[in-house]
């Protein structure tokens, strides 16, 4: 595969893939119960709503008690999964999770949607940029931020099997289709493009905008090692070393706060295993406002264009 195969025309929202996801996993499995903060429309989880009534539990806004109920239910070996936005997810019920979640390694699979910039008008005090900080600190957590449609449906199913907790954060606006559907390994990176210039490193929403940024790039004659790290924690630390050891540097590209997420992990992999030069595409420690998500991402230096300025910059860092 290389980016050239990639040419999408469907749009969808990655909230959708969890939602048809956990419609099919409630019919596969009679364990998988779904509990939801008075967001049911938002998160897509009417069709499991409808299908299975008595292993749904609408909470109202009530966060904290939800996940405290999703903890108590895998005691009698349900799998539940959580839905909110994903700034309830974690910064409201920090505390809960913490506790009875990640200390108490419960099987709780905490489901957050609306996450980053591309939330769009609802911003600032909704448009969370830290939650991936906050859910990777945590031991026993395996954090998720896929790319499109199929690959959260994908992980949503994968999840389902993986013991433990886990943190899948995904969005809401329509955004192109082009990950498999079915191929999805939690902690495996996938490979998008082989190049020898530099290495570009995507997750969620960002991956998209890395493919057109490595095809803008290549027109300068510059090839681009392009993955997707679709699994935060456990990061794949492998993929990681043999692309920077070919290329010699690395841009780090995520719809999230430069501190604490995407960019950090793969640091700490590079500065003890094998040290190159580094750029950063990401929030520059600072909150969202309300606006329109293409927008958003243009404002505040998460364009197709800033990775394309961040690959140039590291290449001539790199020498």
């Known amino acids: 595969m290389s980016i050239h195969d990639l040419n999408p025309t469907d749009k ?12 099919e996993l409630g019919k596969e499995d009679e364990r998988v119960v779904a509990l939801c903060a008075d967001l049911t429309g938002s998160l897509k989880m009417n069709g499991f709503a ?3 009534p008595d292993r749904f539990f609408q909470t109202g806004i009530a966060e904290a ?16 999964f959580t839905g909110t936005f994903a700034n309830f997810s974690t910064g409201r019920v920090y505390d809960q999770i913490r506790q009875s979640i990640a200390y108490s390694q ?20 909704h448009q969370i940029l830290e939650d991936i900080g906050l859910m990777r600190m945590l031991p026993n957590m395996t954090v998720i931020n896929p790319c499109d449609y199929n690959q959260t449906f994908a992980a949503t199913k994968a999840i389902k099997d993986h013991e433990g907790p886990v943190y899948l954060r995904f969005g809401r606006p329509s955004w192109p289709i082009f990950a498999s559907k079915t191929s999805f390994e939690i902690g495996k990176a996938w490979k998008i493009n082989d190049g020898k210039d530099v290495t570009i490193i995507a997750t ?15 027109k300068l004659g510059i090839t681009v ?48 295993n094998h040290p190159v030069p580094q750029e950063f595409v990401a ?37």
């Not at 969808?12 to 419609?23: C, Y």
């Not at 920077?244 to 604490?260: D, L, Q």
């Open 12 to 23: 969808k929202d990655t909230r959708s893939g969890f939602g048809d996801a956990i419609l």
């Open 106 to 125: 419960k099987n709780v699979k905490i489901c957050a949607s609306h996450a980053g910039l591309t939330l769009g008008e609802d911003g600032a005090t």
């Open 65 to 80: 008690n939800m996940m405290g109920m999703a903890a108590g239910l895998t005691i009698g070996g349900k799998i539940p």
């Open 283 to 319: 929030v520059n420690d600072s909150f969202g406002e309300s606006g329109k998500p293409t927008d958003l991402l243009k404002k505040y230096g998460l364009d197709v264009s800033d990775i394309v300025k961040a690959a140039q910059k590291v290449l001539h860092r790199k020498g």
């Open 204 to 218: 969620g929403h960002m991956v998209w905008y890395a493919v057109l940024a490595a095809k803008e790039l290549e």
């Open 225 to 272: 090692d392009l993955l997707n790290i679709h699994t935060i924690k456990p990061i794949d630390q492998e993929a990681i070393l043999d692309s920077v050891s070919k290329t010699g540097c690395v841009v780090t590209a995520e719809e999230h706060n430069r501190f604490g997420g995407l960019g950090e992990a793969v640091a700490q992999v590079t500065s003890t």
């Open 50 to 52: 409808n299908e299975f």
